[in-house]
């Protein structure tokens, strides 16, 4: 069964404007994290933001927050007043049980976004 | 932030041959890393949890005999694509993790391996 689900294959965004990714996840651990990743065409993974399931406020990180829907099983990604560079691959991941270094990260089928001029 | 390198960062070679890629954690010590293969346009998918000083585990599918991964020290991780055809084609990934180092792992820059 699929464990992440990005239902957004592509976005268009108008430069400026805010973009919400969307991301549900299923699990059955209490403990688990939730992370956003950002794959420019260079292939590089980088890491945006990451949301534990105990984590009581939504994580921001400077233009990203996540909104996290615990009930909902969803873990969506907002960005602010978008860039142009922010056109790229966006990946939603999850970790699930408690952290620790064995604890493997599974991803989503990812979100192309593209911000237009 | 904690840096992973991985060499090479692509690779071409004939059908039938092997491939070694190499990750490496350059300033934190990886009691963990994960292989991830990702072909064109599709999402990461991962292969195996190498282990230092153990067997790695595989993920289901994914032919242990053919994907050797090696993690000899906690700097160091090989995988070998052993007798690689066309379809072995992808984009390979490692990421380290260690407790010291931070909930999200470090990925390196990926390998771009071409079989012909």
């Known amino acids: 069964a699929q464990k992440i689900t990005q239902t957004q294959p592509g976005m268009f965004v108008q430069e400026k404007e805010a973009v919400t990714l969307d991301c549900t996840y299923d699990?059955?651990?209490?403990?688990?994290?939730l992370f956003w990743y950002k794959q420019p065409s260079s292939g590089e993974m980088i890491f945006l933001i990451y949301?534990?399931?105990?984590?009581?406020q939504n994580a921001t990180e400077g233009r990203y927050s996540l909104n996290f829907q615990k009930a909902r099983k969803s873990a969506n990604l907002v960005i602010s007043a978008s860039q142009l560079g922010d056109s790229a691959m966006y990946f939603c991941a999850m970790r699930e049980g408690r952290d620790s270094s064995a604890s493997k990260i599974i991803f989503g089928s990812g979100t192309r976004l593209s911000i237009r001029p | 932030g904690a840096v992973v390198s991985q060499h090479p960062s692509w690779v071409i070679c004939k059908s039938g041959t092997s491939v070694k890629i190499e990750c490496r954690s350059l300033?934190?010590?990886?009691?963990?890393m994960f292989w991830y293969r990702q072909f064109p346009k599709q999402s990461l998918m991962l292969m195996a949890t190498s282990n230092e000083g153990s067997k790695a585990t595989y993920e289901q599918g994914v032919e242990k005999d053919k994907f050797l991964i090696n993690h000899a020290s906690l700097t160091l991780s090989t995988l070998t694509v052993t007798s690689a055809h066309p379809e072995d084609s992808s984009f390979y990934i490692c990421?380290?993790?260690?407790?010291?180092?931070?909930?999200?792992?470090?990925f390196g820059p990926g390998t771009r391996l071409t079989v012909l």
């Open positions: 300033d934190f010590q990886a009691t963990t």
């Open positions: 949301q534990g399931s105990y984590d009581e």
């Open positions: 990421s380290a993790r260690s407790g010291l180092v931070g909930a999200s792992g470090f």
């Open positions: 699990t059955s651990d209490q403990s688990y994290g």
